[in-house]
Structure formats: structure tokens, C-alpha cells
């Protein structure tokens, strides 16, 4: 189940703006970059009316697989932990999340990636 598109981040605007405004906390699998929300950046996306609301994008590296479809498998796992895990109730919070995934071999390791992934969401105060 992928994330509503309500959700999800896009266009190279709201990418560079993350890059350059974010607060970054790292971990042994991934790191996160958190930034407070610009509205504005989403205009030409005609999301104006959710752009207020936690917003998502998961960065996967060839360098974590050459195939395609093993990257897609753990997006599908991390977007499958945030839309059990993020009750409405959070979903209010003014944030763009982009999530890193870094080099290892971590592939058929789903517990040990969806734990650091729940760190980092309570370290990064996302979570409650």
C-alpha cells in the first residue's frame, strides 16, 4: 500500500528547499532530514489545501540494491509502518520528512530497518 498522495513530497523545489533547511538525524541504515513546511513550494502542485500537513518522500540508493524491485519492497515496508503508525492526530504536524536510506546489506532484515525507522521517528519528535 503505497502513501495517499496527499502525503507525499514532489518536485525539485521542495527537494532543494529540504536540503538546504533541514535538521538531519542519522542512524546506522538511514538518516533523516526534517524541515518545517513551505506551503508556497506546492502551489504549482495544486496542493495547496493539504500542503500543511506531515509530508513524506523515502530515498532509496542503487548502492542499497542494483534491483529495483527490492528497493521498492522496503518503500513498501517503511510507508506501511507510517500509515498504521501515524494516527491523524500526528498527521497535523507542519513537517517534510525525506528519508535515506544508506548503503548496507540490510535487505531481508525488515526488523532491524523498521526499528531504527521508529527511532529516528520518536528521536526526530515526529512521533509521540
Not at 536540503?19 to 513551505?38: C, D, E, P, Q
Request: include cysteine; proline fraction near 2%.
Amino acid at each position: 500500500m503505497a502513501l495517499p498522495k496527499d502525503m507525499r513530497l514532489k518536485g525539485h523545489r521542495t527537494f532543494n528547499y529540504i536540503h538546504k533547511n533541514s535538521k538531519i538525524y542519522h542512524g546506522k541504515l538511514m538518516t533523516f532530514k526534517v524541515a518545517r513546511s513551505n506551503p508556497d513550494i506546492l502551489l504549482t502542485h495544486r496542493l495547496a489545501k493539504t500542503s500543511n500537513k506531515l509530508r513524506v518522500a523515502i530515498a532509496i540508493s542503487k548502492k542499497v540494491s542494483k534491483k529495483a524491485v527490492e528497493r521498492n519492497k522496503l518503500r513498501r515496508i517503511l510507508q506501511e509502518w507510517l500509515l498504521t503508525n501515524i494516527q491523524k492526530i500526528n498527521n497535523h504536524k507542519p513537517y517534510w520528512l525525506l528519508v535515506n536510506l544508506k548503503f548496507g546489506d540490510f535487505c531481508n532484515d525488515k526488523n532491524r530497518l523498521l526499528e531504527e525507522f521508529q527511532n529516528l521517528m520518536f528521536k526526530s519528535h515526529l512521533i509521540k
